[in-house]
């Protein structure tokens, strides 16, 4: 809201500079954003909290100056001759829950015409536009007092009447803006005898609009359901700065009074000839709100030591009514126009702001430490764990969109069915409509971004969330995504490509660092990852995960030329079966030796085939199972493979004589032999 | 046979001299003084020599191989105190061969280090789901449905009632309902609102939420644990000012202002001239929040707080486009090692 200083003055005699004053106000709560001078003003932009709609109006804010700076508010008093003969205006509320009180006035003899330069500069001095004079004092008594009014001509009024009620399905109207604005039952309206005449509190009709022919004008100062006006305006998609005002609440014990204030200006600026004794459908006078201020209980939220007698000057200062009602105890009645305030911890804040946060000392609360377990959760604990492993071992850690458009390829491909997508009822674009199912496409995108910038080595991986649906409730579920591709080493005599085994390894590493050991990766072929190189994760008897070689047609989707490899795994099958106990087990007290086993071998005996056979024949006794130096070609036929084996032997409890290794070794050779048809080199 | 002597001591003496590693030289004591080697040869040769020759040559012999025996081991020595230098390694301004290494996100680097600062002061790191309900991210929190506090919480929906946390204080109500005072707890997590994406805004970012509650926590409790953290994570010298502000879940409310570590207070266009970067949200727990999650009324104090993380990674590092952080270049993510 924009604030001129000099016309803040009007009501309170403030002698700061106008930069003491925004920075004395912003300590208070009203942080002004910026100050424009302009000739001998300075105009404030202050921005105004949602609670306190007393601080939209040039009163609110100098009440606050008032208990600030301990100085005297300047109410400005309208002097007024009501006169029964001129007929007052025929008003009936039909919604009294939608208007609980509507004044009117009518203003006879008027003679519109621009606004003198006192009334045009101020409020053009806060950027409004200047329209008639009757017009303008409606605009600058809701800046004063912050109540909004309406101005009708009431020889347009047909019937001459006013009839509060919700709009009928079909029925329109256009406003003063010019736009023609279906309405409906949603929506409060003001009526004369036969149409909507302006939307309660929103905006008012252009038909019957003040204008310069008009002569006798029928004021409105009304209160409107805050709630109503709200929803009617969000959506007829206006916001003006009466339903600004409305959805915030205005003083509804103030109503009676800005109308006559209104009326009073009216009259001298249209040089009217009379103005009617007032319609006021609720004329019951507002009570006043009673709380019970304990003193000794502000203090201890505060951390203060206020005396009573502080707190009450300070409340005082605001406006509200207090008395001592026993030791330690303020009574404190509060005016319609602060309704935000309804209990002992909203006077208690008020005394904070005024007594100033600055002047609130600075402790540490005596609460030690968080009792129970770990400060940090296990699930934490592991997480942290496995950022340092992948971190270290190459990868650069990402965080993408959760929402994503919606990708049918990759859906159908993992046979995702569209109603366990969970789609944004209110997506900001197609491009951010869907919670991802799986991270793959996001990993994807950032493929594409580097490669398609001739960044080509792109290592990454991501720890975030899938989300899915379990019938009509939505789930989420924490997951590692990892992606490579370009380069592993690219130094001045070597050059490595990334491999689905440095992938696999990574996965490796990371579950030995996470002490998971009961995991497998079972080859099989998988959606959307190339039928040669993809594998099932398998951690402790159930599925983590998925590792392999993405599939050309969808790299294809994400103009990608490169081989990518890629894993995700599920991070609470992971939490689930690490182990971050760590115990020492004693070195080894005896040698080990080591045998090693060259052999040429149908290509279609896995390496796990040979371990586990190898493992099956010495059981404890082999404790490393190594195979190296792969190779087919040359010297071997068709079909085969070459391949060594070195095993290395060791008991716990005494040294291994020649004789067993030999023994061992020549056993597994022997079974070897007879299980693969394997040739021993 | 003395000039054979000769020979051989010659041979060997220069051809020791010339070897450059341990494995030609163990090459040439085969040669020479191995079991078929030259002066082993020799030592043969005196059984066919006439008797009066045999002691002196024999003598002769002897002290050959160990003359020889002495050049071994002085080239031997020489050879282990020399540095191999195979080719390759021979122009050491060659790039090292670098191990991989990866880094954290900017974002995780900063929440990871706000943490470690509350951590510190005995606070315990809970998360909670992104996926809430309406009750948990507005109702438990004292935010009425139809008021225009609820305009700062525009929010995406999922499913009737099912939305995006559109911060973390959710988590608060959820904590509180399964715990009892007093703790201190820090809540990092991803939150959503519908803002369009720009240098400024994005529909998804991050936060990190702290929760104090015993039987009397304090503001001054709240202003001191604040200021510590400030300092702490950005500096001795911060100024840190509070502000009072509106929350509808606590009161007295707070937004904290540090000096801005840019131009120290003194204006630019980082802090808009103002001297101070709004960095955080706070205020004493709402006694309504206390009361939905049943906690026995007037028992309880509390403070809470919330700080953006993105805006303060962006801060932090100089980062002047929020899209950088969520469009992943590697030659971004790479200045962060």
């Known amino acids: 809201m924009k604030v001129s200083y000099n016309w803040l003055r009007d009501y309170v005699p403030v002698k700061v500079s106008p930069s003491e004053i925004a920075d004395k106000l912003t300590m208070a709560g009203l942080e002004v954003k910026g100050i424009e001078r302009n000739g ?34 300047k109410v400005p008093k309208s002097v007024l001759r009501k006169s029964a003969k001129t007929p007052r205006p025929s008003i009936t509320v039909e919604d009294k ?7 009117g006035a009518v203003i006879d003899g008027v003679n519109i015409a621009l606004s003198d330069a006192g009334i045009a500069s101020k409020i053009e001095s806060i950027g409004m536009r200047q329209v008639n004079n009757a017009a303008d004092i409606t605009n600058f008594c809701m800046m004063e007092n912050g109540q909004p009014l309406h101005a009708f001509d009431l020889d347009k009024l047909e019937g001459g009447k006013i009839i509060v009620r919700r709009a009928r399905k079909g029925e329109e109207i256009v406003t003063i803006d010019g736009a023609k604005r279906s309405l409906d039952e949603n929506i409060l309206v003001i009526a004369d005898a036969k149409k909507p005449v302006a939307i309660a509190g929103i905006m008012g009709g252009k038909n019957t609009e003040v204008g310069f022919s008009t002569k006798r004008i029928l004021l409105e100062s009304a209160y409107f359901d805050p709630v109503l006006i709200r929803r009617g305006a969000r959506q007829l998609g206006i916001s003006t700065e009466a339903s600004y005002r409305f959805e915030r609440n205005v003083d509804i014990g103030g109503c009676l009074k800005a109308a006559e204030r209104a009326a009073a200006m009216i009259m001298q600026a249209c040089k009217a000839s009379s103005v009617s004794l007032f319609s006021d459908s609720s004329s019951k006078k507002q009570k006043a709100i009673k709380i019970k201020l304990n003193v000794a209980r502000a203090n201890k939220v505060l951390g203060t030591s206020i005396p009573a007698q502080g707190c009450a000057t300070i409340l005082k200062g605001l406006g509200l009514g ?22 002992e911890i909203d006077l208690v804040e008020e005394i904070a702001r005024i007594y100033g946060y600055d002047n609130i000392p600075e402790t540490i609360s005596r609460i030690q430490i968080w009792g129970k377990g770990s400060q940090k959760g296990r699930d934490r604990i592991i997480e942290e764990a496995a950022r340092d492993l992948l971190t270290g071992a190459g990868l650069n850690e990402v965080i993408t969109y959760s929402l994503r458009c919606k990708d049918p390829y990759v859906q159908k491909a993992l046979g995702i069915r569209d109603e366990d997508v969970l789609k944004v009822q209110n997506p900001l674009s197609s491009e951010s409509e869907a919670l991802r199912s799986v991270l793959l496409c996001g990993m994807l995108d950032v493929v594409s971004y580097n490669v398609n910038r001739k960044v080509q080595d792109v290592r990454i991986f991501e720890l975030g969330k899938s989300y899915s649906c379990d019938g009509d409730i939505p789930c989420e579920s924490g997951v590692l995504a990892m992606a490579v591709c370009g380069m592993k080493r690219k130094d001045w005599n070597k050059k490595e490509a990334f491999d689905i085994f440095d992938i696999k390894g990574i996965i490796e590493s990371l579950f030995a660092r996470l002490g998971i050991n009961g995991y497998s990766f079972d080859v099989k072929p998988l959606p959307l990852l ?41 991070l609470p099958v992971v939490y689930a079966a690490a182990n971050m106990e760590r115990k020492f087990m004693g070195l080894p007290k005896f040698p080990s030796a080591v045998r090693d086993i060259s052999l040429i071998v149908d290509d279609k005996a896995t390496n796990s085939d040979i371990v586990s056979i190898i493992r099956q024949i010495c059981g404890e006794l082999a404790i490393n199972v190594t195979p190296f130096d792969l190779y087919r070609g040359e010297q071997v036929p068709k079909g085969y493979k070459s391949i060594l084996y070195s095993v290395e032997y060791r008991a716990g409890d005494r040294t291994l004589t020649d004789e067993e290794v030999n023994s061992l070794d020549g056993k597994v050779r022997e079974e070897l032999v007879r299980k693969f048809g394997a040739k021993i080199r | 046979m003395i000039e054979k002597i000769k020979a051989i001591e010659d041979a060997a003496g220069a051809e020791i001299k010339a070897s450059a590693d341990v494995k030609t030289l163990d090459d040439l004591r085969t040669k020479y003084l191995g079991r078929k080697g030259l002066v082993t040869e020799l030592l043969g040769q005196i059984a066919s020599l006439p008797a009066e020759e045999k002691p002196h040559m024999g003598k002769e012999l002897n002290a050959l191989k160990s003359r020889i025996e002495e050049v071994f081991k002085a080239r031997q020595a020489e050879i282990a105190k020399s540095p191999v230098l195979p080719k390759d390694h021979s122009d050491l301004t060659l790039p090292g061969f670098r191990p991989l290494s990866g880094t954290k996100h900017p974002i995780t680097k900063t929440i990871d280090e706000v943490l470690l600062t509350f951590l510190g002061m005995g606070f315990k790191v809970v998360e909670g789901p992104e996926i809430e309900t309406e009750f948990y991210n507005f109702e438990a929190l004292n935010i009425a449905l139809d ?40 809540v990092p997590g991803k939150v959503y609102r519908p803002d369009a994406v720009d240098a400024s805004h994005s529909f998804m970012f991050h936060q990190v939420e702290g929760l104090v509650v015993g039987e009397d926590v304090t503001f001054a409790d709240l202003k001191g644990t604040l200021s510590m953290f400030i300092r702490s994570y950005f500096g001795a010298g911060t100024k840190v000012r509070f502000r009072p502000h509106h929350f509808p879940f606590t009161e007295p409310s707070a937004e904290v202002d540090v000096s801005c570590f840019i131009c120290g207070g003194k204006g630019c266009s980082v802090c808009g001239r103002k001297g101070w970067l709004e960095i955080l949200g706070c205020g004493m727990v709402h006694p309504n929040v206390f009361k939905a999650v049943k906690y026995a009324p007037g028992k309880y104090t509390g403070f809470a707080f919330g700080m953006g993380i993105d805006r303060i990674t962006m801060l932090k590092y100089g980062i002047n486009d929020m899209r950088l952080l969520f469009e992943n270049d590697m030659r971004f993510l790479e200045q962060f090692k």
Not at chain 2, 152 to 178: C, G, I, K, N, W
């Open chain 1, 322 to 343: 207090v008395k001592l009602s026993g030791k330690d105890v303020l009574s404190v009645s509060v005016p319609s126009f602060r309704r935000d305030l309804k209990a």
């Open chain 1, 40 to 73: 001998g003003d300075s105009v404030y932009e202050i921005e105004i909290t949602s609670n306190r709609p007393d601080w939209l109006c040039l009163l609110g804010i100098a009440h606050e100056i008032q208990a600030l700076y301990d100085l005297k508010l």
């Open chain 2, 147 to 186: 008021h225009p506090s609820r305009d700062a919480f525009d929010t995406f929906y999922v499913r009737d009632r099912y939305l995006l946390r559109s911060h973390t204080s959710p988590m608060q109500v959820r904590f509180m309902e399964t715990e009892n005072p007093p703790f201190k707890i820090v």
């Open chain 1, 97 to 103: 829950k939608g208007c609980p009180r509507y004044v």
């Open chain 1, 530 to 570: 190339s039928p040669a190189a993809s594998a099932v994760v398998t951690v402790d008897g159930k599925q983590a995960g998925t590792i392999g070689r993405v599939d050309k047609a969808l790299l294809d989707k994400f103009d990608i030329k490169t081989a990518v490899f890629v894993s995700e795994l599920s």
